[in-house]
């Protein structure tokens, strides 16, 4: 197969697993690990793709990448961890979920909780959970950012401050090596923040992806979750971390996990 054939199938297989390694490629389109480095680095030097350790990662900025986009990226991943979360989740209880494909994939795992109170600001999450008739939804008002159904602003913030809740599953951008979760939108950073202030338990997902993404905006530090569900091992840096924090980290693989 020639490059012009295999640049395009490596962005399809980066997009929907987050990231590439060199060994990987050359077994999938049996080439030299030699011919997969150029075209990782044709795809780096065409900013479509950033060169990391053994592979590529799609690139960082200071922008996300768009919501379909992120929708299908490292989607049996995120529906892994959802099951994980949604067991980790007792009925009975009262919760925000906030902006995020992830956060999305956890809504869908609880259709049959029941005795629920959701409080979100993502208008899709509201639509998900309109399936399950013993969940109480409230949709925080404020202004609508279209790319993603997403709800933001000093409005927002507002209706947060009304609760206390039992929990709040949020997802992030990205994270960095020392444990701070990152995003893109300062006013999304503003009402993450105030979700944490309003929770009693912080439940975490994001998938592996997230630890080698980068964005411009502190929400927090993972020293304020409680639960975080990945679907890898973390570096032994950040597992360090979490233990001196008291952070339980639930690994989901294919539906299982373990601590």
Same mark, same amino acid.
């Given at each position: 197969?020639?490059?012009?054939?295999?640049?395009?199938?490596?962005?399809?297989?980066?997009?929907?697993e987050?990231?590439?390694?060199?060994?990987?490629?050359?077994?999938?389109?049996?080439?030299?690990?030699?011919?997969?480095?150029?075209?990782?680095?044709?795809?780096?030097? &065409?900013?479509?793709?950033?060169?990391?350790?053994?592979?590529?990662?799609?690139?960082?900025?200071v922008?996300?990448?768009?919501?379909?986009?992120?929708?299908? &990226?490292?989607?049996?991943?995120?529906?892994?961890?959802?099951?994980?979360?949604?067991?980790?989740?007792?009925?009975?209880?009262?919760?925000?979920?906030?902006?995020?494909?992830?956060?999305?994939?956890?809504?869908?795992?609880?259709?049959?909780?029941?005795?629920?109170?959701?409080?979100?600001?993502?208008?899709?999450?509201?639509?998900?959970?309109?399936?399950?008739?013993?969940?109480?939804?409230?949709?925080?008002?404020?202004?609508?950012?279209?790319?993603?159904?997403?709800l933001?602003?000093?409005?927002?913030?507002?209706?947060?401050?009304?609760?206390?809740?039992?929990?709040?599953?949020?997802?992030?951008?990205?994270?960095?090596?020392?444990?701070?979760?990152?995003?893109?939108?300062?006013?999304?950073?503003?009402?993450?923040?105030?979700?944490?202030?309003?929770?009693?338990?912080?439940?975490?997902?994001?998938d592996?992806s997230?630890?080698?993404?980068?964005?411009?905006?502190?929400?927090?530090?993972?020293?304020?979750?409680?639960?975080?569900?990945?679907?890898?091992?973390?570096?032994?840096?950040?597992?360090?971390?979490?233990?001196?924090?008291?952070?339980?980290?639930?690994?989901?693989?294919?539906?299982?996990?373990?601590?």
């Amino acid at each position: 197969m020639s490059q012009a054939f295999r640049l395009p199938e490596i962005l399809e297989i980066a997009r929907a697993e987050g990231k590439v390694t060199v060994d990987d490629l050359a077994d999938r389109f049996k080439v030299t690990v030699q011919t997969i480095r150029r075209d990782l680095a044709e795809l780096a030097e &065409l900013g479509r793709l950033e060169r990391v350790h053994g592979g590529a990662v799609l690139p960082s900025g200071v922008s996300n990448i768009g919501y379909e986009e992120r929708r299908g &990226l490292n989607h049996s991943a995120k529906a892994s961890i959802a099951r994980t979360c949604a067991q980790a989740i007792p009925d009975g209880a009262s919760i925000f979920m906030n902006i995020g494909t992830s956060t999305e994939a956890v809504a869908r795992e609880l259709l049959n909780h029941k005795d629920l109170l959701v409080v979100t600001n993502n208008m899709n999450i509201a639509n998900i959970l309109v399936d399950n008739p013993d969940c109480d939804i409230i949709v925080a008002g404020g202004m609508v950012r279209r790319a993603d159904g997403g709800l933001i602003g000093t409005l927002t913030m507002k209706t947060i401050e009304q609760f206390k809740f039992d929990l709040a599953v949020i997802g992030c951008s990205a994270m960095d090596e020392d444990g701070w979760l990152l995003d893109y939108d300062i006013q999304e950073v503003g009402v993450s923040q105030t979700i944490i202030a309003q929770s009693r338990k912080i439940y975490l997902v994001a998938d592996q992806s997230k630890l080698q993404r980068n964005a411009p905006a502190r929400i927090a530090s993972l020293q304020e979750v409680d639960m975080f569900f990945i679907d890898d091992p973390l570096p032994a840096k950040l597992a360090q971390k979490c233990r001196e924090w008291g952070v339980e980290v639930q690994i989901s693989r294919q539906g299982k996990a373990s601590g």
